[in-house]
């Protein structure tokens, strides 16, 4: 049932290029640079009436949330707000007419994620949930859901329904912005030939992990590591190191690239790995002076760059490369470098990789 893998994550995150391309079946025209949500419950009226967006998620489908506020703000111009369910009940969460609460959970079933929708649904706000498990708790309860194609996952360790749930993250936002008048169809028939190139780009990465894999064994025996990113960024190096920490049992922590400064360089020492998403965009130059930041401390700099960037060689001790896309769409190749270079590293200090110690594949306890 591995189909010839070592472990289920190894082949989770190559399907990662037929799950992308089945979350996306059906759902864009790229002859009219349109996005078919059909499944979301809302007129066009009640999409341009929103003013707020509340996500609501724990773990992983928290950092995919992460990113899901940038897009939310950044494309269809809509306040996003975005909390961990553990804590959102427990702060008299303040509510609008006019929110939306979406929660992400490929389980359905996290004891956390159902109670904070509990929470806002008794308040009358309309709720969307995106999962993978089709008939599980959180589907009814929400008054939307959108599933994410992924197929079964049984590593512990989430990897495609992360990239999956950003994809519904990425036509939702889409689908908004066209709604509210932020983007023209033209913009949106590119974004969807962008977004159909990815698969195909994740295929090119996956090509090439004989070169993550050699990293990982470089560093798999680091004190501890560190994800620097910017922007998009910032939520993929988060998840870089969760991924790392949950099952190769190393230290890893990830910041925005520009926190470091305010306290967290203190502690990097000669040699300590520090993984820094440089892909070129709009903090790509900030992200050069974090890493001369990082090189200055002796530290050693593990660059996720694109493959034509012939400059950050200069700075990088590794640079590990993905196929130039666009700055918007990175973060769902970003993503699977990182995942091959937590899965070597677990591997080459003989971890139990797809089910990691103390850990459970959906957390049905608050
Ligand atoms: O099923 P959910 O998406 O609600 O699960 C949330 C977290 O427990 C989950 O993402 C966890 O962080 C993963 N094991 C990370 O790989």
Not at 122 to 141: F, K
Not at 237 to 244: I, N, R, V
Not at 255 to 271: D, M, S, T, V, Y
Not at 312 to 336: C, F, H, M, N, R
Request: with cysteine.
């Amino acid at each position: 049932e591995k189909a010839g893998y070592e472990h289920f994550m190894l082949k989770e995150i190559h399907e990662q290029v037929s799950a992308i391309h089945n979350t996306l079946a059906g759902k864009v025209s790229e002859l009219e640079g349109t996005i078919y949500l059909k499944e979301l419950n809302m007129t066009e009226d009640e999409i341009r009436r929103l003013s707020r967006i509340q996500i609501l998620a724990c773990g992983t489908s928290w950092h995919a949330g992460l990113l899901g506020k940038y897009l939310f703000e950044q494309l269809a111009g809509i306040h996003c707000d975005i909390d961990i369910c553990s804590e959102y009940r427990y702060r008299n969460p303040v509510m609008d007419d006019g929110m939306l609460a979406i929660a992400i959970t490929q389980s359905g079933e996290t004891a956390d994620t159902l109670a904070a929708v509990r929470e806002v649904a008794s308040y009358n706000c309309p709720t969307l949930a995106i999962t993978n498990v089709v008939g599980s708790t959180i589907t009814r309860e929400v008054d939307s859901v959108l599933y994410t194609r992924a197929g079964p996952e049984i590593g512990v360790a989430a990897t495609k329904t992360f990239s999956t749930q950003l994809t519904l993250l990425y036509l939702l936002a889409v689908k908004f912005a066209l709604s509210r008048g932020k983007l023209s169809h033209n913009y949106v028939k590119g974004f969807i030939t962008d977004l159909r190139k990815i698969p195909g780009q994740i295929q090119q990465i996956l090509n090439q992990k004989e070169t993550v894999k050699e990293c990982a064994e470089a560093f798999a025996h680091a004190k501890s590591y560190f994800f620097l990113g910017r922007h998009l960024n910032y939520p993929i190096a988060l998840e870089g190191a969760l991924k790392l920490k949950e099952i190769s049992y190393l230290h890893a922590e990830g910041f925005a690239a520009g926190e470091l400064k305010h306290g967290p360089i203190a502690l990097l020492e000669k040699g300590t790995p520090v993984v820094t998403i440089a892909t070129k965009g709009q903090t790509y130059d900030k992200v050069l002076s974090n890493i001369k930041e990082v090189k200055a401390r002796d530290a050693t700099v593990i660059a996720i760059a694109g493959n034509k960037d012939t400059e950050i060689g200069k700075y990088a001790d590794v640079v590990l490369t993905i196929p130039q896309s666009s700055e918007l769409l990175s973060p769902l190749l970003s993503v699977v470098v990182l995942q091959l270079l937590a899965y070597y590293t677990a591997l080459a200090r003989g971890c139990s990789i797809d089910k990691p110690r103390n850990l459970a594949k959906s957390v049905t306890v608050e």
